[in-house]
């Protein structure tokens, strides 16, 4: 078995704290550090939007403003998808970026690609990953979705990438994390989820520590059959 060099996974909750930003980010700058290189070239992953150009101009402004250099898309989606030419860009990228969107299509695309494997394997052997929003989310283990929008009872889960080995949400906390939620009831007892608040985001190391950085993250756990906040965690504190 090859020995694996996984490096932390940084997980951004974007939403308005990001939006509302006019210069440089922080912690995109904070991301673009790990690498040591002087304006790092960033691939972007974008099938959760459909590669959505206007967000992909966006995002890559805000980066190149933040420190990064060439921000080059690894075309997955519609005519120009391509999946060994997004193989490529990935391959000589220093980092690796999953944009916003929807999870459960993000993923579908990355499994009819053939690049979940991919990005694994470019993860273990130390690529630097990043994520916004959903983008967070596919970084992590697992998503819900309803079979039956109207029916609660249709909820599973579904396998993400599994890069970072914890459940997350981001920018849910205007409804007080209601999907995080479902998820954990759904997963056995003793499970925890992290609420990334708007703005925020949360480092999780290989070993399964994370730590908050430039804003809070909420942490529940899976208790009996409900579901409880158990703390806050602010920036400096690295938690299990």
């Not at 898309?73 to 030419?85: F, M």
């Not at 819900?144 to 009872?153: F, L, M, N, T």
């Not at 981001?170 to 609420?195: C, K, M, N, Y």
Request: glycine share 14%.
């Amino acid at each position: 078995m090859a020995e694996s060099h996984s490096t932390p996974i940084t997980l951004l909750a974007g939403g308005r704290g990001m939006r509302n930003r006019k210069g440089a980010d922080p912690l995109l700058q904070s991301v673009f550090k790990q690498t040591g290189v002087r304006k790092p070239t960033v691939a972007y992953v974008g099938p959760a939007s459909g590669d959505n150009a206007e967000f992909r101009l966006w995002m890559a402004g805000l980066m190149q403003k933040s420190g990064a250099g060439h921000v080059r898309l690894a075309p997955l989606c519609g005519r120009d998808g391509d999946a060994e030419k997004a193989k490529g860009v990935l391959e000589t990228s220093d980092l690796i970026f999953v944009s916003g969107g929807d999870v459960e299509e993000g993923m579908r695309v990355l499994r009819e690609k053939g690049m979940i494997s991919v990005l694994r394997h470019l993860h273990q052997r130390g690529k630097i990953f990043f994520g916004t929003s959903a983008g967070s989310i596919m970084l992590a283990r697992q998503w819900i979705r309803w079979r039956d929008p109207d029916d609660d009872a249709s909820a599973v889960l579904f396998d993400c990438l599994g890069l970072a080995p914890i459940f997350c949400d981001t920018h849910g906390e205007e409804d007080g994390w209601e999907e995080l939620q479902a998820l954990l009831r759904l997963s056995p007892v003793g499970t925890i989820g992290h609420g990334i608040v708007s703005g925020a985001g949360l480092i999780a190391n290989p070993d399964g520590t994370v730590s908050a950085i430039g804003g809070e993250t909420h942490r529940f756990q899976k208790k009996g059959s409900g579901v409880v906040q158990i703390e806050s965690l602010w920036p400096d504190r690295t938690a299990d």
